[in-house]
């Protein structure tokens, strides 16, 4: 739990048990997850408000990110601050990350035809991974 600790001291917010256990879940998953994932593998017993509460507060302070799916779900993942896209498997939630930015030419047109300085922008693919397909070949 000390990276846990430290994570939440960095961005002076108070080290709680409950933090401490959604931080290591998060840390631990392979891809993103949801609310309802952490809240069924806690071994700490909190309600699933308490565990949104939580999430909500680590969103704010850029530990983590939330990601609305195409199903409306929100799946949440350890924020790793840099700049990155990725391709999300609609069945295995599987985060397929890109090698580049295929809107940094977009970016720059757009924002010398506003006039706007531009400070971020999110995107991401939805689709079904290799795995995936192929398991579907096999039924």
């Known amino acids: 739990m000390f990276m846990e600790n430290n994570i939440l001291k960095n961005a002076s917010l108070k080290s709680t048990k409950k933090r401490n256990i959604i931080l290591k879940i998060l840390n631990d998953a392979h ?7 952490i ?25 983590i990110e939330k990601t609305i799916h195409q199903n409306g779900i929100a799946y949440f993942s350890m924020a790793n601050n840099v700049h990155s896209h990725s391709i999300i498997c609609t069945l295995c939630n599987k985060r397929i990350p890109l090698d580049n930015c ?16 531009i400070t971020g922008h999110n995107l991401e693919f939805f689709g079904i991974c290799p795995k995936c397909i192929k398991n579907m070949d096999n039924i």
């Open 31 to 37: 891809s993103p997850v949801t609310a309802e994932y």
């Open 39 to 63: 809240h069924e593998n806690s071994h700490l017993k909190m309600s699933l408000s308490t565990v949104y509460r939580a999430l909500n507060v680590l969103c704010e302070k850029n530990i």
């Open 102 to 117: 295929p809107l940094a030419g977009l970016e720059n047109e757009i924002s010398k035809k506003t006039g706007c300085m």
